[in-house]
């Protein structure tokens, strides 16, 4: 028997030194080496079950990959007729033995931890298959943000026009006032006859008439300079707010523009994105199951050679009821469990609210021309989007020698 448990430990942790080919690294958009890794996990539990096969023409052909469930059941089986052996009296351990079993112990406990280790691994890459998975969907969250920029500023210009429109109608008011004054203020009779270079005995009249046009043109004047003062006061104000539309419509369009580019770029490349990613997250899901099943295997395989060592450490009065539970025992796996994520459900990414965009027909009259303030405050000429404008082509020059 020493010399089965020797080739047991020294096998094993030859093939134990063979997980370090097991890692993978992610690149941020593949999920790189994990069918790699499933397959070393999977071989090491083919390695392992060669390394414990006590038939040494079973060791070879095992430890080159077929991997059997024969070979495992075998290893547990003699393992189990060792822990018989003792148990019956039949078979009683060396201190050499002992070692020897300590040291298979040691690379149970080992294999266990990394078993962990690549669960702990393999639930990182399912975990981030979804994440791409959801980048797309973050790629379109900007648009939400851009459709509100874009109806704010809406918002703000029309508000402007209507506001243009009503001190347009100030403005009217105000210098028309004005104009009107003039009509509404008529000179005394006297004044289309007065003659300053009257004769002598005309000046009484005379003086007289203008006593009378001095009543009338000076409140008339101090009433003309106030109403000439709104009047320009109405105009200037007019005239900013005409600016200040000017400069908000430039800011609507170019927002709107900036939300139609958004929206058609997002949505003509989500669908791609997504299909990728599923695709991905599906072989991803694939190659990890497989893993997953080796290294619950594995794990089974480490808890079941455990049992059977922890006899050999107990009392005689304990061993042959550890050996019956060892006999009958399931191991929980359950920790090695791999939670898998369901794709997340498909946006509705709808052009239709940018069917139409700035200076389009459609566009400056459901915009524009039917407002109710676009007739008193015409808007000035429209700024075509700059991702919908051709480029200019070069004509190639000809060099003349």
Not at 109 to 127: L, P, S, W
Not at 213 to 221: G, K, Q, S, V, Y
Request: hydrophobic share 35%.
């Amino acid at each position: 028997m020493l010399p089965r448990l020797l080739a047991i430990l020294v096998m094993f942790r030859a093939a134990h030194s063979s997980e370090e080919l097991t890692t993978g690294f992610y690149d941020g958009t593949h999920h790189v080496m994990l069918q790699l890794s499933a397959r070393k996990d999977a071989m090491a539990v083919g390695t392992f079950q060669a390394v414990m096969d006590p038939l040494g023409s079973k060791m070879g052909a095992a430890t080159h990959g077929d991997g059997g469930s024969g070979h495992l059941q075998r290893t547990l089986v003699t393992l189990q007729k060792l822990a018989s052996a003792v148990v019956d009296g039949t078979e009683i351990l060396t201190d050499t033995q002992r070692e020897l079993l300590q040291g298979i112990r040691e690379e149970m406990d080992v294999m266990k931890n990394a078993t962990f280790i690549g669960h702990h691994e393999d639930q990182g890459e399912v975990n981030r298959a979804l994440d791409l998975l959801m980048e797309c969907d973050n790629k379109t969250a900007t648009i939400e943000t851009r459709a509100d920029v874009s109806a704010s500023k809406e918002e703000s210009h029309s508000e402007c026009r209507a506001a243009e429109k009503e001190l347009k109608a100030t403005k009217v008011a105000e210098c028309g006032a004005y104009a009107d004054a003039f009509k509404q203020n008529k000179p005394p009779d006297c004044y289309w006859d007065y003659d300053p270079m009257s004769s002598a005995e005309n000046l009484g009249p005379t003086h007289a008439c203008l006593r009378q046009i001095t009543a009338w043109a000076m409140p008339l004047n101090a009433s003309l300079e106030a109403k000439l003062g709104s009047c320009k006061a109405a105009e200037g104000e007019y005239m900013n707010k005409v600016k200040q539309c000017d400069r908000l419509q430039s800011d609507y369009e170019g927002a709107f523009c900036d939300y139609h580019e958004e929206l058609t770029s997002a949505c003509s490349s989500y669908a791609a994105c997504r299909s990728s990613m599923m695709s991905m997250q599906e072989e991803v899901h694939a190659s990890v199951r497989v893993a997953e099943a080796g290294r619950k295997s594995q794990f089974a395989a480490a808890e079941h050679i455990v049992c059977f060592l922890n006899v050999f450490e107990a009392t005689t009065e304990e061993q042959l009821q550890k050996l019956q539970s060892c006999v009958h025992m399931s191991p929980n796996v359950s920790a090695l469990n791999i939670v898998y994520h369901e794709p997340s459900l498909a946006l509705d990414c709808d052009t239709e609210p940018v069917a139409t965009y700035p200076c389009v027909a459609q566009w400056l009259a459901d915009r524009y021309e039917n407002q109710a303030w676009f007739s008193e405050a015409p808007t000035r000429e429209c700024t075509t989007c700059e991702h919908l404008t051709p480029k200019p082509t070069l004509e190639p020059t000809v060099e003349t020698f």
